[in-house]
């Protein structure tokens, strides 16, 4: 069976999106919403760097829901209650990176998806990385130890060739280290961190008395020019680490950590890894790590050649969930629902 896919927009993520669909001989790409106005009209290969598809970015929502396709990859920047509620009512499926997990952030508007899912026969999923796949490795994990204290997931990268300065700069980046309400802003620019928690526990089958987030920050000592236009100056945060507990009365029993920074010049500075531990502590403690390094053909021409390894990892979860998630029941569909996801369509020709 062939996927017919809509991809919606084509920004870091959507832009490795658009290359998997296009790859894998069990999806089709059959349209494309551009969020921004000078994108309207482009061929969507071109957009994303590939050469031309044929099929050109709309910023038509009706006529790409006239398409009729079997899933939507949903990659803008921000999630759009509104958007996605007219997508599932028309009954297709959506999967996304964007701020998405089990939806319980979304407040009412939860609730409404949940509804235009009945009333549409669709489902929606969310991953990622992390959030996302790095939690389902983490479940996975914990099914080993026949008695489970903690579940932890530390994600740690120096992010300074990540070019997403207005999703980063609502976690904290670039605000002076000593402004007082810095921790409230980066509990809500991370808060999609909350729902990999919940689903950590979900799986666990325990419910948490409370969520806590936990931060603490380094600045740089010199001025940083970054991608994207953007800097930060002398004194301001350019490292972030970043807490989410989930407890039971007193005990935090799931943590998702994240610990970003950006360059050389951090006070503190954090010793650091590269890629994600998970550490299942029980009986017995488990350890798993996950990191990634280029294939053995790769030839990188620019940074963002190194750059789309990260958003490979990060796109495809969710494209690799779009058969599971076209069979699942409508609804909210989560790891802890679907079945094994199987890495179809993607084994290289010889
Ligand atoms: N779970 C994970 O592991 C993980 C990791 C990284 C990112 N993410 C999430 O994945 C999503 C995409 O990330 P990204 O780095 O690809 O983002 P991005 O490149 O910064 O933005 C994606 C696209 O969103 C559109 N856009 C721009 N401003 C917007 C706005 N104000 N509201 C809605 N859409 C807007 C643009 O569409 P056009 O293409 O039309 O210009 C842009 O190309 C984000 O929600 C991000 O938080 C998840």
């Known amino acids: 069976m062939t996927f017919r896919i809509v991809q919606w927009t084509t920004g870091n993520v959507g832009k490795k999106s658009v290359q998997a669909i296009v790859d894998n001989a069990q999806l089709e790409l059959v349209g494309c919403y551009a969020w921004s106005a000078e994108k309207v009209g482009h061929d969507v290969g071109e957009l994303c760097g590939i050469g031309p598809l044929g099929v050109r970015a709309t910023d038509d929502v009706d006529a790409l829901v006239a398409l009729e396709p079997d899933c939507v990859v949903y990659n803008p920047m921000f999630a759009d209650a509104d958007e996605l509620i007219r997508i599932l009512r028309a009954g297709i499926n959506v999967v996304a990176t964007a701020e998405f997990i089990t939806g319980h952030q979304m407040g009412a508007d939860r609730d409404r998806i949940v509804e ?51 999703t980063e700069i609502p976690m904290g980046f670039g605000y002076p280290a000593d402004q007082p309400d810095l921790p409230a802003i980066t509990e809500k620019g991370s808060a999609i961190f909350r729902e990999a928690v919940l689903l950590v526990a ?75 531990t998970i550490r299942v502590e029980g009986r017995p403690t488990i350890k798993t790590t996950l990191s990634f390094e280029p294939p053995t053909d790769f030839v990188a021409e620019t940074l963002d050649d190194f750059v789309m390894l990260g958003l490979t990892i990060t796109a495809m979860p969710a494209i690799t969930a779009i058969p599971a998630v076209v069979a699942a029941a409508p609804g909210i569909a989560t790891y802890n629902d679907l079945p094994l996801l199987l890495p179809r369509g993607v084994l290289s020709h010889a």
């Open 202 to 276: 979900d799986a666990l089958g325990v419910e948490l008395d409370d969520i806590r987030c936990e931060v603490d920050y380094a600045s740089t000592t010199e001025d940083l020019a970054l991608p994207g236009d953007w800097s930060i100056a002398a004194g301001c945060v350019a490292g972030i680490d970043v807490r989410w507990k989930g407890f039971v009365g007193t005990r935090d029993v799931v943590e998702v950590r994240g610990i970003w920074t950006k360059g050389q010049t951090l006070e503190p500075a954090w010793p650091m890894d590269f890629g994600y």
């Open 116 to 166: 235009a899912c009945e009333l549409g026969g669709s489902t929606i999923f969310g991953s990622g990385i992390n959030p996302g796949f790095i939690q389902l490795l983490a479940i996975v994990t914990a099914g080993i130890s026949d008695r489970v204290d903690r579940v932890s997931v530390v994600e740690s990268f120096d992010t300074t060739i990540y070019n997403s300065p207005a």
